[in-house]
């Protein structure tokens, strides 16, 4: 039997988690679930661990991981880089792959049709970049206070980050960096690029700037395959996709180990602290970003089943209030079911 390890986290983290879990033993696929619903902002209050090594080797041990949201207003981020930025660097999920797929006409916010059918993925660079925590503060509460965060780019990591986005590519790959302004940084990503585009001539490539790249997402998504970039324009950009697409409510995301294709699984819109507990969250980004998992596990057809009931429940108007419906977290994730 395949263990998933599952790790609902903080605020709607709980609320959507618990729907992915139910639409995945709906579809009978033998999985072992194992909740660890214990790593969370309270236990963090009470014993100041995050993430202990216990349960960082049950995540180690499973097939896959699916999280809901970690996060708390009651503690600093500290709290949440310390279960994510753990995973995600002794793991070495060194892929964050963002899909954005536009689920219904009524959902997008262009005015233009012919430009709203959004199909895109996001490849962001995970473990490195801006992100990589190395920096730090002189002088600090004085007048003169420096403070420094570097952006780290090694040829090893932005190599294999873009071998990854021309290997799931079928039709185009777009660098975008900021190589006209960071000179250093940008020189390493253009020769990585520049050598894979070689290796791939059935591949259309692009480059944009960074700011380049933002203005023509918003002009015309759907001329966009592959974009691949670093930890901090991937970011940005893959939350913009997302909103092009249907909004973070309904956005999946994954991040993988391309070599021993371990894979951490989530949706992107936070733990919402503000809709806690109101049982309106939307539960379609963790669905997907469940079926995204089970796909990685070779479950092909059952994610497009997944998918497939999404598209239902949405053109049917069985969904929550920020897609227009009027249901709450529970029956939208029963009304997706009742389309498998």
Known sequence: MTTVTVIPGDGIGTEVSAQAIETLEALSLGLDIDVLDHVNADTYLRTGTALSDDDFARIRDSASTLLGAVGDPRVSNDYARQVLLRLRVELDLYVNYRP????????????????????????????????????????????????????????????????????????????????????????????????QATCHPHLTTTHEYVDAAAMKLVADPSRFNVIVANNSYGDILSDLAAELAGGLGTSASANINGSSGFGLFEPVHG???????????????????????????????????????????IESGHVTPDLGGKLGTKDAGAAIRAHL
Request: glycine letters at 8%; charged letters at 20%.
């Open 100 to 195: 954005a797929k536009l689920l219904h006409d009524r959902l997008s916010p262009l005015r233009h049709e012919k430009h709203r059918a959004i199909d895109c993925i996001v490849v962001r660079e995970n473990t490195e970049g801006l992100y990589s925590q190395a920096g730090g503060v002189l002088r600090a509460a004085t007048e003169h206070e420096t403070a420094l965060d570097v952006d780290i780019n090694t040829f090893h990591g932005v190599s294999r980050i873009i071998d990854y986005a021309f290997s799931i590519a079928t039709r185009s790959v777009c660098m975008v960096d900021k190589s006209n302004a960071v000179r250093h940084g940008g020189q390493l990503w253009q020769r990585c690029f520049q050598e």
């Open 271 to 313: 733990t919402a602290p503000d809709i806690a507990g109101q049982g309106i969250a939307n539960p379609i980004g963790a669905i997907l970003s469940a079926a995204l998992l089970i796909e990685r596990l070779g479950h092909t057809e059952a994610a497009q089943s997944i998918r497939d009931a999404v598209q239902a429940a």
